[in-house]
């Protein structure tokens, strides 16, 4: 008879424990969150860009500034072009003798109609010339004239211009500094521009 009792007392411990555990899982499914609804949304973005006609660009007269005899101390030759022509002034200081042609650097150019241009100068707005047995020379401090009437804005020291025109012309000078010592022959080098339009 305790043998029954004990029997039944352990299928209602064991029937308690099996819904304590259902409760458990009920309330745990209940506080489960519930699988949220997909959801979408859409948007766009206007990409948009614009493609200039290229630049064209010609070198038709490259520097030159004439025949030099050095002075007594070290000093420069001043080369300043005048916009019209390739023909510039070149003044000279501490005894320095110049002879020949003075002349100025032109690149000419077209565009669109009514643009932006800005020139940019060499790196440090200097270039080196080389001579014989490996002597150089430098010119520096580059100097600017619009070549035509279409050209607004700009100045000797500040090549940013307003082209209306599509066509354009630009004389460039620079100073030349000449030593005292400065060997004798014939000396070249070259100078790099960027032209930018917008």
């Not at 409760?23 to 609804?37: D, F, G, V, Y």
Request: glycine fraction near 10%; proline fraction near 5%.
């Amino acid at each position: 008879m305790r043998w029954g009792i004990h029997r039944r007392e352990r299928r209602e411990e064991r029937r308690t424990t099996r819904q304590r555990a259902l409760c458990a899982l009920l309330a745990a499914a209940a506080l489960a969150p519930l699988p949220a609804a997909a959801q979408q949304a859409e948007t766009y973005a206007i990409v948009q860009t614009e493609i200039l006609d290229p630049l064209v660009l010609v070198n038709d007269a490259d520097m030159y500034f004439g025949r030099i005899m050095p002075g007594s101390a070290d000093g420069t030759v001043v080369m300043t072009p005048n916009g019209s022509s390739t023909t510039a002034t070149c003044t000279t200081n501490n005894g320095i003798v110049r002879t020949d042609d003075c002349r100025a650097a032109r690149f000419a150019g077209s565009l669109p109609f009514i643009y932006n241009l800005q020139i940019t100068k060499p790196p440090g707005d200097q270039a080196t010339l080389t001579g014989p047995a490996g002597a150089t020379m430098q010119i520096h401090n580059f100097t600017f004239a619009k070549g035509s009437g279409l050209m607004l804005g700009g100045s000797l020291t500040n090549p940013t211009y307003f082209v209306i025109g599509g066509n354009f012309s630009v004389y460039v000078g620079a100073t030349l500094d000449v030593a005292r010592t400065q060997r004798a022959g014939i000396y070249n080098g070259s100078f790099t521009l960027t032209f930018n339009y917008n």
